[in-house]
């Protein structure tokens, strides 16, 4: 087996029991000391695969390994030595922030003493409220005090479903530059995230959808490899813009990025001509500008 | 083992701080215990009688003022006529009538036979019943005096004596059935609900990707709820003989290690149940309705195993609380050692150990 390489998937496919596919064939390889991202939408297999990692649950074929072991036969090695964050807060809401971190450390065999340094810069920002109960605590909070105890016993590789869902952008940056300095600590991380925006703190991403990996590469590879014109447009009637621009012949794509609708074509576009469109089709105040593909461009045109 | 011992503080945690719960779980066993100590009873007393005398002779009189002696009725009214005592069925809650003859003490002294006519109210069969029985028995017991007063001896006399529960109190029944669903419900409920409650909230996802074992898991789980049902325990002893007067003739030790069994039996009962399940409501709905169901109509609590038909006769056989209510039967009433309930102890040993088992085979170390 490859020296640098953390985890590995090989041709897994996973189907439920009502005959919804979660995965298919996926193979993905992540580097050792590396911060991953696993994007993609609601649905599209991302927990799946996380928890077949974690050995939680089993694929209907191929093979998965952690640090080189199986999820299967050595399951238990697995359990002991990654950190696994779910999705969901899944503390326990009735015990303060210091006795789930101490039932944590004694779980895996160690205390908080003794693996303070690596939670110290996370474990530092909610110590003022160690006596509060986890239910209690704000979402942003929660995210830290789990975090915390998926690192209370220095696993080596850190496996995160979703954990910057549902907390607010401050938190969110904050979690990214906490995850960042894990790596630097030499842990390999694999984060999962339906936000695209996202990636770009990663170093190299997947891009999942259907249970399908539709490509893996480092954010500015898939920005690089972008090969569309892209134009921000901005009208009075933003609703109707779009529905007007999928009915250009020349459009390949047209999505809302905020205020604009961005429209992705082949070939570069003649803006009188375009703005002569919508004006005949009773669009106003019309503003259009030629921009930079940025990754969630890139994301949505993978996607269709 | 410091993973256990943290693992049943954290347990101990969930416990204590759900006050609601914890109040439940610790009020419940005295509010069923007397409930069905004082309300639900077989006995009846103070029933109201309606007497119709219109000789007014000392053997009618005697037999009247011994009725009411008894305690179980009360005279609530003297009747003048048949139409009055109709009546008195109608709009009050008159059980009993008494008619006696228009000379009920010639007659008796001249052909040396009367009739007495009771009536009684059936819309209670049972009730009816028991008055029924209790009125004959007062009745039969002064024909005996008058009988031996004129040196007629009596043919056949029957002497009755209720062995280890002369009185036939029904709380000596209920107590032990009471004590039965209350270690039943405490233990096998509450450890189902332990155990899907971190399923449903997602703590469970957690404590499997741990290096923590089934067996600590499971053990962790249940040794609190063990401490939690012999305080119960406790509790329903002192109020069943302090507050009821119900005996414990055979030795405390047996008694309380044959109850820790049953509790063991029941847990080992609702973590089997828990590894099955996935949502705390469905948990409950299968041990209200699984076990506490059986348990309290097929065990022998309230209806006689012996008159069942034998289907259910046969499946009363793998309800645990059927053993369980015969072992402290046999402990508390009869006073016997375990040389007469070995059998039965065995049985829940049994039990506990398929319980067990099965429920190790059936947890699941990944989700789904």
């Not at chain 2, 009214?77 to 005592?85: D, S, Y």
């Not at chain 2, 789980?221 to 063990?226: A, L, M, S």
Request: with cysteine; net charge neutral; aromatic share 8%.
């Amino acid at each position: 087996m490859n020296d640098s390489i953390a985890i590995k998937v090989d041709a897994v496919s996973k189907q439920y029991n009502d005959h919804t596919v979660a995965l298919q064939e996926v193979d993905l390889e992540v580097r050792r000391g590396e911060l991953f991202g696993l994007i993609g939408p609601d649905g599209a297999g991302k927990t799946t695969l996380i928890r077949i990692l974690c050995s939680l649950i089993l694929a209907d074929s191929g093979r998965a390994s952690v640090e080189d072991w199986d999820v299967v036969k050595d399951y238990r090695k697995i359990r002991s030595n990654i950190g696994y964050m779910p999705g969901r807060f899944s503390l326990y809401q009735d015990l303060s922030v210091e006795e789930n971190l101490r039932f944590f450390a004694t779980t895996f065999g160690t205390t908080i003493r003794a693996n303070y340094d690596l939670i110290k810069d996370i474990y530092v920002q909610i110590e003022p409220f160690k006596k509060r109960k986890a239910g209690k605590l704000s979402g942003g909070m929660k995210q830290k005090l789990a975090l915390s105890c998926a690192l209370i016993h220095k696993p080596k590789v850190l496996l995160l479903d979703e954990p910057t869902t549902g907390v607010d952008a401050v938190s969110r940056k904050e979690f990214w530059e906490m995850l960042k300095q894990l790596r630097d600590k030499g842990i390999t991380i694999l984060v999962s995230t339906p936000y695209m925006d996202e990636a770009s703190m990663c170093e190299r991403v997947a891009l999942i959808q259907e249970g399908r990996i539709m490509d893996v590469a480092s954010p500015e590879e898939i920005i690089r490899k972008f090969d569309k014109e892209l134009l921000a447009i901005r009208t009075n009637k933003m609703y109707q813009l779009i529905g007007d621009l999928r009915q250009m012949e020349q459009t390949h794509s047209a999505f809302p990025f905020g205020d604009f609708v961005h429209l992705a074509t082949r070939e570069k576009i003649d803006e009188t001509s375009l703005r002569q469109y919508l004006r005949d089709k009773g669009h106003t105040s019309i503003q259009m500008k030629p921009i930079e593909p940025n990754i969630e461009d890139c994301f949505m045109d993978l996607m269709i | 083992m410091k993973r256990m011992r943290a693992f049943i503080q954290k347990e101990f945690y969930h416990i204590f701080r759900d006050r609601r719960s914890l109040l439940i779980l610790l009020g419940m066993p005295v509010v069923l215990v007397t409930l069905f100590g004082f309300a639900i009873t077989n006995e009846i007393q103070n029933a109201d009688l309606v007497v119709l005398d219109p000789s007014k002779d000392e053997m009618s009189t005697e037999i009247t003022r011994r009725l009411v002696a008894s305690g179980y009725f009360d005279l609530y009214k003297e009747a003048q006529n048949i139409k009055e005592v109709e009546k008195s069925f109608i709009f009050s809650k008159t059980k009993l009538a008494i008619i006696y003859p228009d000379q009920q003490a010639k007659d008796f002294q001249k052909e040396g036979y009367a009739q007495i006519q009771l009536l009684a109210d059936a819309t209670e069969p049972n009730t009816a019943t028991t008055l029924i029985n209790y009125a004959s028995s007062i009745i039969k017991d002064y024909q005996m005096e008058v009988n031996g007063l004129q040196g007629r001896p009596p043919l056949i006399q029957p002497e009755i004596r209720m062995l280890y529960n002369p009185q036939l109190k029904s709380v000596f029944m209920f107590v032990p059935g009471v004590m039965t669903v209350i270690l039943m419900l405490v233990s096998a409920m509450m450890t189902s609900i332990a155990i899907t409650r971190e399923k449903e909230l997602g703590t469970m996802e957690i404590l499997l990707v741990s290096p923590l074992s089934p067996a600590i898991i499971v053990v962790g789980k249940v040794i609190p709820y063990i401490a939690l049902a012999f305080f119960n325990t406790l509790v329903i002893l002192l109020l069943g003989t302090y507050v009821f007067g119900m005996p414990i003739e055979g030795s405390l030790v047996l008694l309380l290690a044959e109850c820790v069994l049953f509790v063991l039996t029941s847990l080992a009962l609702g973590i089997l149940i828990s590894t099955r399940t996935n949502s705390q409501q469905v948990a409950m709905m299968i041990s209200l309705i699984a076990l506490m169901l059986p348990t309290v109509l097929l065990s022998g609590f309230i209806f006689p195993i012996e008159s069942m038909p034998w289907p259910l006769q046969w499946l009363s056989n793998i309800i645990p609380a059927k053993w369980f209510i015969i072992i402290i039967k046999n402990i508390m009433l009869k006073g016997t050692g375990v040389d007469f309930v070995w059998k039965e102890t065995l049985i829940l040993v049994g039990m506990t150990f398929f319980f067990i088992a099965a429920s190790v085979r059936n947890f699941k170390i990944r989700l789904e």
